[in-house]
Every structure is written in structure tokens, then in C-alpha cells.
């Protein structure tokens, strides 16, 4: 009878397995499915997995359920079939390899990726559902791995603890850094890990084993806890739609001596190994005898190494740091204090921004507040608005509004886009699902919502508590000031208002609406919002003619005429057209004055004369006079 696993690793080190899910795939089963599923739908296959890791010398077999936890079947319509994956999951390891291995009960995050609000109460109750299966099914311990927050991993740790005393492994994913990616130092998340009953601490996924052994230099294991480690064959390539792994199994042999004796106890691999690599670590670990004191090999190259200052280069004053700009109250700030207007200016769909920037300067005359503009709108391809943002601070001097869809960015873009307009400057977003791409003028392209725009809003506040969307630190904090889209031009007003109260309080700052073109409704919205206390910029857009109108009415959504407002603009075309648009739009602000304080003025194809006229007409109805109280710094 073989000992307890705590038992074991005092006297040699184990051998993990290695990956299922990237194995799998390099095996012909496709990506997108829940591998999972396969412990009752393919049984023989994932069987033959662990039979296939332990002829290549794995004792330390990690059950194939590492997602088969309620919320991340239920992305496959599985939440009800948990219970009968872990259990599968379990049996069918036990059944594939010998007696002297330990099957140890794979448990994942849950909040890694786009899950990462998901409330504390939900977690744990996955947790337990998923963990408790496990141990009934027999499992010898458990392992948490990839988890990236050491708030999570104390959680699932404790769910352990307070259903059953066997070992536990628990294991963060590492990018090389010294810390946990919601910021915590990894000495004092190991200390802590320690005191709540973690008999080993480790590491595995996103980093191969440099990125994992320069993370163990940096820590001390906790007395009489042991590392373990699981690295990646690198990081995966893409080539003609097949993802590969550049490290060979040789290159795991070396390092698993390396890892030995920084003190792993349990050495295995992850994404992109092989029964080929877990062979190798096999062949490179057989007789090896612990007892070499962890951190005394052979330093690796490191931050203080020559070659790493080498590659430093620091521009003469760069180093200085720079007083935070003065750029004036934000526009929530305002719109608290007096009438604010934002006004909308489509980027141009052509390479010519002289109109654009032709109209920019306008407005900025008229003293519009901040100038706003839309990311692809009804998916039509048009210039990028970051870029044109910048334009707008530094050549013309005022404040841009970036919309930012759903659609366009998967995850990594959408960070990536969020991170370059703060290092712009461009701290006013709004946060909008986008029209689906194929109808508009690339009908082939696809239509991405990796997010929604309630997680898009979450996300985006996190990066302003100086989190990464994978919840990795980012050193600094963002500013951004976020917006939300709402549509009161609907039947139930009501539940528009119930949707737009989920965005507050995924941290909305400030709400914009449709054009509105019905009177009455202001008063029917301010009515149904007046328990809220963020501040809402009512949409205004001066129609341009009778086609216009029909248009507007009939074929986009979202926008709605009154009877009134179409018989009005009737037989009306060119200048007459335009005219009796902006004359509708007064009236139309005149009434919106009365309940709200922000004005969205959206500019109908680039006849931005229309919006700067309406702009100066809110000064002259609000009385405004002095144009320099709140000025806008570049």
C-alpha cells in the first residue's frame, strides 16, 4: 500500500503528468468542445491519456475535471451533469494506471478570464459542488491550479478543509513576477496559503520553466512545505491554424533537476507537454535523492543581470517624474454643476480628415464640452477614433469621448485598445455592444463580443483599480471615466430603466441616450430615472430631411420619430430640410433643459454646423456667459 501522499514527497520527488486539454487537441480532438464532457462521451480516449502519462513515469495523475464546475459547463449547457463528470473523471484515472499512483482531484479557477466579478457566494458554491464529488469519489488529494488570485485559491483551499483533511496542492499561474496577480507578494501568499492547510505550494501554466524557476528565486518555501511545478512548453505558436510548443523534452530534463533543487517536491508540466516531456523528467529524476537546500543552484539570469541592463535603455530624463496634468473637472463633474454638452462627430470612412478636424475646430468655438465619437457605428468601417481622439487633444484642444463596441476586440484588443488611450490621455469612454458586423460594409468579417458591455464596464473599472482584465497588476491605475448607452425610445420604459440600473451598478459613471424626438418623453424619463444619481446626457440629433426622417425611423434601430415630428419635416429637403431640423431641435431642448443637465448632440452627416448652432443655442437658454470658468487643458 503506497503512503500518504505528505508522506511520499519527504522522502523523493513525484513526477506529474502532463497536459490533457492541448494533448488532446494535438490528438485530433478539436478546440471549442468541453473536454470534460469526454470523461462520459469518450471514455477510452482520456483513459488511454493517463494510461499514456504513467508508462512515461507519472505517479501524480490529476484527474481530467480541471473546468467541471457548474459555471464553466454551463458554456456547453452542462451544469446539470457536474456531479457525474467528477466522478467519471475520477474512476476512470483509477482505473487506468496502477496502485502506486496517487489520483489527485483537478479543481480550476473559476474567475479567471471574463468571469472575474463573479459574486464570492457563487464560487464557493461551485467549489463545493465540484470538490465534493471529487472526494466521494476517492480521490488521494486535490490539486488547485491555475489560479491567479490569491483570494480564489484561499477560497477553494478552505472549501477542501471544511469537507475532508486529505493533501492539497495549490498552485498560481506566474508570468515570472513576485507577486500574485491581484498584487499580493508570493512570500506572504505562501505564508498564508500555509496557514489555512496548503501542504504544497506551486506553480503551473503561463510561464515555461524559466519564467517558473526565476519565480522560485525570488521566494523562500514556508518550512516543511514543498514546491511544486507544472510549466508550459513554452509559449504556443500559430501556424497554419495549428498551435505548437517550441520546448523539447530535453529542455524539461535539464530544468527538472533544476527544479529539484530549488526544493519541487512534485514536477510535471502543462499546457503543450507530452507523455514525451513527462518521460524525460522521469529519466532526468530517477535516483534523485531531496535534501539539496532550495534556492542554493546556480543563480538564473535575472533583473540585476549585465545582460538585462544592456537592454535597458533610459532616455535622458525619463526618469523625472511629471506632475499629474490639469485637465479640469471630468464631465460627470460638470453636468453635477451646470448644463453640458457633448456633441458627436462621425471619423471620417475615407483617409481625408480635413472636414473632420475642419469641424472639430467648429465646435470647439461654439464651446462644446468634449467631442464624441463612434467605433464603427451601425458597422460601417471608418477611421480609427483613438488616433483621431489624440488629434482632438492635442491639435484642436478639447476633450474626446471614445466609444468603445463589444464587437470589434476580442479580450486581449480590448485591453490593449483601453491601455493605449490612457497612455494618451483619453480618460472618456463609453461602452457600447456594437451592431453585429454582417450588416454593414464588411458582411464577411466576423462580429467578435468576447465581452458584453456590462462586463466591458466591469473590466474597465478594474483597470482603474490598476488590475489587468486576467487580474495581474498593471503598476499604475487608470482614470477612465465610463458611460453607458440607454434607449428610451421603446414600449416598456421600464425595463430600459432596469437595464441601464444593471450598468450603474457594474460602475457606470454616466449614461447617454438615443436621440429622443418626442417632448413628452423627457419628462416621462427623468421621472422613471429620478432615484439615481448618475447623471444622464439626453440625445438630441436635428433631422436633415424628409428622407432623413423615414430613414431614421424605419431602418435604425434604436431611433424612433413622432408622428408629429415626421408630418413636420415632410416634403422638406436641402437647406429648407436642415433648417426646420435644427428649429425641431431647439424646441427639443428646450424641453430636455427642464429635467436634465447633459445634452448629447449628435452631428447628422458632417453638417456640424447644425450641432455648433444648437451648442451655442444651450448657452444662450442656460444664460451661461463666462466661456472660461471650466476651461479644457490640453
Avoid at 482520456?46 to 499514456?52: G, Q, S, W
Avoid at 456531479?83 to 480550476?108: F, K, S, T, W
Avoid at 535575472?302 to 490639469?326: C, F, N, Q, W, Y
Wanted: neutral net charge.
Amino acid at each position: 500500500m503506497k503512503p500518504d501522499l505528505r508522506e511520499a514527497l519527504k522522502q523523493r520527488v513525484l513526477v506529474g503528468d502532463g497536459a490533457m486539454g492541448t494533448y488532446l487537441y494535438q490528438r485530433g480532438l478539436p478546440v471549442g468542445i468541453s473536454y470534460e464532457e469526454l470523461n462520459l462521451l469518450k471514455p477510452e480516449v482520456i483513459a488511454d491519456v493517463h494510461r499514456r502519462y504513467y508508462k512515461a513515469g507519472a505517479r501524480f495523475i490529476e484527474t481530467n475535471t480541471f473546468s467541471a464546475t457548474r459555471e464553466k459547463l454551463s458554456k456547453f449547457g452542462l451544469e446539470q451533469e457536474v456531479e457525474a463528470i467528477n466522478r467519471a473523471g475520477v474512476e476512470l484515472a483509477r482505473r487506468a494506471v496502477g496502485q502506486d499512483a496517487y489520483i489527485i482531484g483537478a479543481v480550476g479557477s473559476i474567475r479567471a478570464g471574463k468571469r472575474k466579478n463573479i459574486r464570492t457566494s457563487q464560487v464557493k458554491q461551485d467549489l463545493l459542488q465540484q470538490i465534493g464529488s471529487l472526494l466521494e469519489a476517492g480521490v488521494d488529494g486535490i490539486v488547485l491550479e491555475t489560479f491567479y488570485d490569491l483570494e480564489e485559491l484561499l477560497i477553494a483551499l478552505r472549501t477542501v478543509r471544511s469537507l475532508d483533511s486529505l493533501p492539497v496542492v495549490c498552485q498560481f499561474a506566474t508570468e515570472g513576477s513576485g507577486s500574485t496577480h491581484d498584487g499580493v507578494p508570493l512570500q506572504e501568499a505562501f505564508r498564508r496559503l500555509q496557514d489555512a492547510g496548503a501542504d504544497v505550494i506551486g506553480f503551473n501554466c503561463r510561464s515555461g520553466p524559466i519564467g517558473i524557476l526565476r519565480t522560485m528565486e525570488k521566494i523562500d518555501p514556508p518550512e516543511n512545505t514543498p514546491f511544486s511545478v507544472f510549466p508550459n512548453a513554452g509559449i504556443p505558436d500559430y501556424v497554419d491554424g495549428v498551435y505548437t510548443y517550441a520546448a523539447t523534452p530535453e529542455y524539461f530534463a535539464e530544468n527538472a533537476v533544476k527544479f529539484a533543487d530549488r526544493g519541487a517536491r512534485i514536477i510535471g508540466g502543462c499546457c503543450g507537454t507530452t507523455p514525451e516531456h513527462i518521460e524525460a523528467i522521469s529519466r532526468a529524476l530517477a535516483g534523485y535523492v531531496p535534501g539539496t537546500p532550495a534556492g542554493k543552484a546556480e543563480p538564473l539570469p535575472s533583473e540585476s543581470s549585465p545582460v538585462r541592463e544592456r537592454s535597458l535603455t533610459v532616455v535622458a530624463g525619463s526618469g523625472e517624474k511629471k506632475p499629474p496634468e490639469e485637465r479640469g473637472p471630468n464631465l460627470v463633474d460638470l453636468v453635477k454643476q451646470r448644463p453640458t454638452v457633448i456633441v458627436e462627430l462621425d471619423p471620417p470612412r475615407d483617409l481625408d480628415i480635413t472636414k473632420f478636424l475642419e469641424g472639430a475646430e467648429t465646435l470647439k468655438q461654439a464651446h462644446a464640452d468634449a467631442l464624441t465619437m463612434a467605433d464603427n457605428s451601425l458597422a460601417m468601417t471608418r477611421m480609427s477614433n483613438m488616433p483621431l481622439g489624440f488629434l482632438l487633444r492635442e491639435r484642436v484642444g478639447i476633450r474626446p469621448l471614445l466609444h468603445i463596441a463589444c464587437r470589434d476586440r476580442n479580450l486581449i484588443g480590448t485591453q490593449s485598445h483601453l491601455m493605449g488611450l490612457h497612455a494618451l490621455g483619453i480618460d472618456h469612454v463609453l461602452s457600447v455592444t456594437g451592431d453585429p458586423a454582417r450588416f454593414g460594409d464588411l458582411p464577411g468579417s466576423s462580429s467578435v463580443y468576447d465581452l458584453t458591455s456590462f462586463e466591458m464596464i466591469r473590466m474597465i473599472k478594474q483597470l482603474n483599480e490598476g488590475i489587468a482584465f486576467s487580474g495581474k497588476p498593471l503598476k499604475r491605475k487608470a482614470n477612465f471615466v465610463v458611460g453607458g448607452a440607454l434607449n428610451p425610445n421603446v414600449k416598456h420604459l421600464d425595463k430600459a430603466i432596469q437595464r441601464m440600473e444593471r450598468k450603474i451598478e457594474a460602475g457606470v459613471d454616466y449614461i447617454m441616450t438615443q436621440p429622443i424626438y418626442d417632448p413628452a418623453l423627457f419628462g416621462r424619463l427623468h421621472e422613471a430615472t429620478r432615484h439615481l444619481d448618475v447623471p444622464i446626457f439626453v440625445g438630441i440629433m436635428p433631422l436633415m430631411s424628409e428622407g432623413n426622417a423615414v430613414y431614421l425611423h424605419n431602418e435604425v434601430p434604436g431611433i424612433q420619430l413622432s408622428d408629429e415630428v415626421r408630418s413636420r419635416m415632410a416634403g422638406l429637403k436641402g437647406e429648407e430640410g436642415r433648417a426646420m431640423g435644427v428649429r425641431i431641435a431647439k424646441e427639443l431642448i428646450d424641453e430636455a433643459l427642464k429635467y436634465f443637465n447633459g445634452l448629447y448632440l449628435m452631428t447628422p452627416m458632417m453638417f456640424y454646423g447644425m450641432t455648433a448652432e444648437l451648442t451655442e443655442y444651450v448657452w444662450v437658454k442656460s444664460g451661461r456667459r463666462d466661456f472660461h470658468l471650466y476651461p479644457f487643458s490640453k
